[in-house]
Each structure stands twice: as C-alpha cells, then as structure tokens.
C-alpha cells in the first residue's frame, strides 16, 4: 500500500534561518506530488505541485521554493525564512494522471521566532 | 479563478442528531470534482466523501451524504446519527483541471454529548 511520510512534525526557526521540509511517498511511482500551507484556523492554500523529477509549478510566487530530486521525494525550502511564513505545511500526493483524490501527510507545524 | 465559500464558521449538533454543512463554488470549467475533508484536532487532512460534477447521483459514505445542485453551484454536506468523533474543522474543496485543489475556509464542527 501507498504511505507518505512528512518531517519534521514540529520545527522552531529563527528569522532569516534556512528551511528544508522534506515529503516521501512509497509504494507508487511517478506521483503527482503536492505542498500546502495552512494559516491558523484557515483553509488550505496550494504552493507548489510536481508531476514530475525536476518540474515545479509554483502558485503562489513567495519566499518559499521547491524541488523533486527524486521520483518520489518533494522538498520544500527556504533560504531566509520570514515570520509570515510560519503555519501548517502539509504535502500531498496521488497517483499520476488520475482522478483518484489527493492523500496528505502528517503535515509540520513551523513556528518563526 | 475558481472560489470556495463556506459560510458557516462554526456549528454544533447534538449526539445522534443530523447536521448539514453548507459549500458553495464557482467555477467555469464544467468538469470538476468536489471533496469533503476532515482534519481533526490531530491536523490530518482525512478524505470524508468526493463526488463527479457529471454525476447527478448525490455520493454517499455511510453516515455521511452530500446534497449536489450543479446549477446552483452548491456541495453541502449532510452527517447523519452525529458521533462524538465527527467533531472536526470540515473543509469543501475543488478540484478543476490541472489537478489544483481550492479550499474554503472551513467550519468547525463540534458535537455535544
């Protein structure tokens, strides 16, 4: 069966330190792959999605960044993180080219200090 | 540019009672998918329930059923026989082509014993 793994669960930065959230699915190939962020008591806002190694399509242009090394690994990043990015970071995945709904991971809680 | 309203911020049932959770969208496209997410205090983001926009048959989940007027451009969500484990933020979502997923802003369900 497929499992997606997200860590950490729970991250503390400071301001202008570096980020790196890193998102793993297994049991499938060739996923769509997926980050959102949810502010407090808020709805999900997409950021990016890949359909494959190396393709990143950004939503929302930000502080935030993305990558795909592997088929099967999403990462999002940051080089200087600020305190509006603070919130919930959830990745999602399904299977490629299909109506099948999107599955979440665990999600990260980040917190800017 | 689709759009997900939820009206209801908040709402509460009575165990073993009925509650129905309101959703309107807009969208030009007219072919799309509609999903009900729950995410409990845990922060998992559970699939409750997804219908097809071509679909006129209302998707059902057990307790769980959903009142689709594709005219009207609305997706409210009906629980049935309220359980103290239904109590969750609830969020209407939608998903167009390109595989991009709208949230609302959710509503916060709370079940009284």
């Known amino acids: 069966s497929q499992t997606i793994h997200q860590w950490p669960a729970t991250l503390v930065q400071p301001v202008g330190s570096p980020l790196s959230l890193e998102c793993t699915v297994e049991g499938t190939s060739n996923p769509n792959l997926y980050w959102y962020r949810q502010a407090a008591g808020r709805g999900l806002q997409l950021l990016f999605y890949?359909?494959?190694?190396?393709?990143i399509s950004s939503e929302v242009p930000q502080n935030l960044s993305a990558s795909r090394p592997q088929d099967r690994q999403f990462i999002l990043s940051s080089k200087k993180l600020l305190l509006s990015d603070s919130g919930f970071y959830l990745c999602?995945?399904?299977?490629?080219?299909?109506?099948?709904?999107?599955?979440f991971g665990d999600g990260t809680r980040l917190s800017i200090l | 540019a689709q759009t997900v309203t939820q009206s209801q911020p908040e709402m509460s049932v009575q165990e073993a009672e009925t509650v129905t959770l309101s959703c309107t969208y807009d969208?030009?496209?007219?072919?799309?998918?509609l999903f009900w997410y729950k995410q409990p205090p845990s922060r998992q983001m559970i699939l409750v329930i997804r219908?097809?926009?071509?679909?006129?048959q209302n998707a059902t989940e057990n307790r769980f059923s959903v009142n689709f007027q594709k005219a009207a451009k609305s997706f409210s969500l009906k629980i049935s026989d309220s359980q103290l484990g239904d109590a969750a933020m609830y969020f209407c979502?939608?998903?167009?082509?390109?595989?991009?997923?709208?949230f609302g802003e959710g509503t916060q369900l709370t079940v009284n014993p």
């Open positions: 979502a939608l998903e167009t082509s390109g595989s991009r997923l709208t």
């Open positions: 999602a995945w399904r299977p490629p080219g299909s109506n099948q709904p999107q599955h």
């Open positions: 890949s359909v494959g190694i190396g393709q």
């Open positions: 969208t030009s496209e007219s072919d799309y998918y």
């Open positions: 219908q097809e926009a071509y679909k006129q």
